[in-house]
Antibody
Framework: QIQLQESGPGLVKPSETLSLTCTVTSGSGSGDNDYWNWIRQPPGKGLEWIAY???????NYNPSLKSRVTISVDMSKKEFSLKVNSVTAADTAVYYC??????????WGQGTLVTVSS | DIQMTQSPSSLSASVGERVTITCRTS??????LNWYQHKPGKAPKLLIYRASNLYVGVPSRFSGSGSGTDFTLTINSLQPEDFATYYCQLSYSSPFTFGPGSKVDIK
């Protein structure tokens, strides 16, 4: 069973860049069939898929965030990352990384709360 | 984008009861519909994939049905550990939208 762990600052100032990393702490992916995703949940709200990246580097972004988001991967280090530019209070959320097939999320990290505040 | 609705948004039920949650989409997604269970402070868990397939390790009291635009998650004989929020999610195409959630709490 693959296990994932998010890491990164818990507090980011408005207009700055949010940066998170997800590390595969146990197990491994299955190569080209893996889609490495970021998903978030603002306080009191539902889940929102942000983006995925494959081992090959192929990416797909949610249009609602595409202009501000970058996802990258380095599976030699067993990690993938998320950057969100120009953050506002609306980006305050628990951020999850997740792995799965296309559109499926079968393994999740525990989540990390990121608060945007000055 | 495909819009998703869930009903009810919340419900109260007793241990042993049968619970049914419905998910509807604004256009057909064939059977590309997943269900997740989410408890506060925990990672969501995949329960059902492709509308009706039980994910590995998920108890058989959970079942899913439906295709096209209408889908159902059923929990037979609700257990204490099943009190949570349940989300449907489309996997047909990006963006992989989640439904608004259905919270199941103790009556």
């Amino acid at each position: 069973q693959i296990q994932l762990q998010e890491s990164g600052p818990g507090l980011v100032k408005p207009s700055e860049t949010l940066s998170l990393t997800c590390t595969v702490t146990s197990g491994s992916g299955s190569g080209d069939n893996d889609y490495w995703n970021w998903i978030r949940q603002p306080p009191g709200k539902g889940l929102e898929w942000i983006a995925y990246i494959q081992d090959s580097g192929s990416t797909n972004y949610n249009p609602s965030l595409k202009s501000r988001v970058t996802i990258s991967v380095d599976m030699s280090k067993k990690e993938f990352s998320l950057k969100v530019n120009s953050v506002t209070a609306a980006d305050t959320a628990v951020y999850y990384c997740a792995r799965g097939a296309y559109g499926d999320f079968d393994s999740w990290g525990q989540g990390t709360l990121v608060t945007v505040s000055s | 984008d495909i819009q998703m609705t869930q009903s009810p948004s919340s419900l109260s039920a007793s241990v042993g009861e049968r619970v049914t949650i419905t998910c509807r989409t604004s256009q057909t997604i064939y059977n590309y519909l997943n269900w997740y269970q989410h408890k506060p402070g925990k990672a969501p868990k995949l329960l059902i994939y492709r509308a009706s397939n039980l994910y590995v390790g998920v108890p058989s009291r959970f079942s899913g049905s439906g295709s096209g635009t209408d889908f159902t998650l059923t929990i037979n004989s609700l257990q204490p550990e099943d009190f949570a929020t349940y989300y449907c999610q489309l996997s047909y195409s990006s963006p992989f939208t989640f439904g608004p959630g259905s919270k199941v709490d103790i009556k």
